[in-house]
């Protein structure tokens, strides 16, 4: 069984200041993981993956997430937000190339303040 | 670039009433998916397809059913809605070469019943 869960359902950060989501997941098998960004109105739409290799994963937008086995984690950084940042981001989980269902993070919702 | 449609942003249907979300997408993918998205809970799989005229349950199935007569096109069937299954309602897609390929959404369907 996998699942992922994500601490903080809204996260409010100042324009410029550093942006950090974070994401634990469990998988009794290696992990495929991702971030995904949903504006107002619109579907998903992918960030970054990690599948393996690097576990230091940069994605669109100047975002970037470190794959910490140890840790369970893969938290999403940025180091300064802007505006257009404001979305709420969620974060997925495959264990593994042998399961097809990708599950998600209840999502987190960041604000951006002027 | 992937393109996902889905045949309404917005539809109010009655209690009872049969209803047909409709997703088309335009890469030739082998794959596509329904999802669920209710706020605090993130996007819950209702039904996956791997293939033509192929699908598999995903975590909330009830209620629901699936049709998948073209390669391009998947639609979601309510059969009789009910109240409870007013919620955001998004489609995906994905090519059959890997698991850990990205998923393209579309801009969703919200479902109101009345």
Not at chain 1, 71 to 78: A, G, V, W, Y
Not at chain 2, 61 to 78: A, C, D, H, N, T
Request: aromatic share 12%; charged share 20%; proline share 4%.
């Amino acid at each position: 069984a996998q699942s992922v869960t994500q601490l903080g359902s809204h996260v409010s950060v100042s324009e410029g200041a550093l942006v950090l989501l974070r994401c634990n997941y469990s998988s009794s098998v290696p992990p495929y993981l991702f971030w995904y960004v949903q504006y107002p109105n619109q579907g998903l739409q992918l960030l970054l993956k990690y599948t393996t290799g690097a576990t230091l994963v940069k994605g669109i937008n100047g975002f970037e997430a470190e794959f910490k086995k140890s840790e369970t984690s893969f938290h999403l950084t940025k180091p300064s937000a802007h505006m257009s940042d404001a979305a709420e981001y969620f974060c997925a989980v495959i264990s593994g190339a042998g399961s097809y269902q990708l599950t998600f993070g209840k999502g987190t919702k960041l604000s951006v303040i002027p | 670039d992937v393109k996902v449609t889905q045949s309404s942003r917005y539809l109010v249907k009655r209690t009872g009433e049969k209803v047909f979300l409709e997703c088309v997408q335009d890469m030739d993918h082998e794959n596509m998916f329904w999802y669920r998205q209710d706020p605090g809970l993130g996007l819950r799989l209702i039904y996956f397809s791997y293939d033509v005229k192929m699908k598999e349950k995903g975590d909330i199935p009830e209620g629901y059913s699936v049709s998948r007569e073209k390669k391009e096109r998947f639609s979601l069937i309510l059969e009789s809605a009910s109240t409870n299954q007013t919620s955001m309602y998004l489609c995906a897609s994905r090519s059959g070469g890997g698991n850990f390929n990205e998923q393209f959404f579309g801009p969703g369907t919200r479902l109101t019943v009345l």
